[in-house]
């Protein structure tokens, strides 16, 4: 459904994105992660037509961006960081008003209106409210119907739950699910947890560059384990250390000492290697007081790409 191919932007001389490439299927919510100024709203901007690319090219369902951006624009709704609402009118006006925009007739407009304002979970009684004597939550809501009141094949969301309480980010996280299941969704967001939660698939931009792709396990599972170890040494501390390390799989081990002559061992493990250590331990007769495997997540794969970044390595 969405396409975009090499595509960079420069602002003067500082380029904002750089050779960016991803493919949206149908159905499928994907994530654009990355920190403040990773080039996000950017890319958003470029595959919404709003922005020219200076290079590579953005196609909806097939239609150019630039060349088709009627064809290309029929087939999206889009929500800007800052919902484009106009609080004078009330909330159903504003959206029969979308409508009119995307070119219904009266009736087409009016109808397109409820049905969003009710696929948004936008009451009766809100949608008459006046949109600047809602609450941030309903507001929101709001802008969410009407990137959706022309039925788009596409939904791109910058930023949808920023500025929300708790209770409003698990509303807005239940209603994108909810949508997502007759289009496909681009998500923009530097919020770790609101990603892996609501996403099928993370592209994760940092420096205007995507340098990760994949579903949220997909991403994890190239991290290696870490596996946190107190235990007691019969004799020599060190044999236990010197047992993990010929366990396959086991990457690197560190070792301190404890209180009341229990020592610690952290190591980083790839596989299975968290079972093999067990089994080690237990036939070396080893006494335990903890041991722990911590499976990477996806906070731990951003930390590891920026990591890279700083430290000039490429990542893909």
Not at 88 to 111: F, N, T, W
Not at 192 to 201: K, Q, V
Not at 252 to 265: A, I
């Amino acid at each position: 459904m969405i396409v975009a191919r090499s595509i960079s932007k420069y602002f003067g001389r500082t380029q904002a994105v750089h050779d960016v490439s991803f493919a949206l299927e149908p159905g499928q919510i994907a994530g654009l992660l990355g920190p403040n100024g990773a080039g996000k709203s950017t890319t958003i901007r470029m595959v919404t037509g709003f922005l020219a690319p200076d290079h590579g090219s953005v196609t909806i369902a097939g239609h150019d961006t630039i060349d088709q951006p009627a064809a290309a624009r029929q087939l999206i709704g889009y929500l800007p960081e800052s919902s484009p609402c106009y609080p004078e009118m009330r909330a159903i006006d504003y959206l029969i008003y979308r409508g009119r925009l995307q070119g219904a007739s009266r009736r087409d407009a009016k109808q397109a209106a409820h049905r969003a304002a009710e696929q948004c979970r936008l009451e009766p009684t809100m949608s008459r409210k006046r949109i600047g004597a809602l609450s941030k939550g309903y507001r929101q809501r709001v802008g969410l119907a009407a990137s959706i009141v022309h039925d788009p094949k596409v939904l791109v969301l910058d930023e949808p739950t920023n500025g929300l309480d708790p209770a409003q980010i698990r509303d807005a996280r239940n209603l994108i699910k909810d949508l997502a299941q007759s289009r496909s969704m681009l998500v923009s967001s530097h919020i770790l947890p609101e990603i892996e939660r609501t996403c099928d698939r993370v592209l994760m931009i940092v420096g205007g560059t995507i340098r990760a792709d994949g579903s949220p396990a997909e991403l994890a599972a190239k991290l290696p384990t870490r596996i946190h170890l107190e235990y007691r040494p019969k004799n020599d501390p060190d044999t236990v250390p010197g047992m993990i390390r010929q366990v396959a799989g086991i990457q690197s081990v560190q070792t301190s000492s404890l209180p009341e002559n229990w020592n610690r061992l952290d190591a980083e493990a790839s596989g299975d290697a968290h079972d093999r250590v067990t089994d080690a331990l237990y036939r070396a007769g080893v006494q335990i007081r903890s041991l722990t495997a911590m499976q990477p997540t996806l906070e731990d794969v951003f930390v590891h790409r920026m990591d890279a970044v700083t430290a000039g390595e490429v990542t893909t």
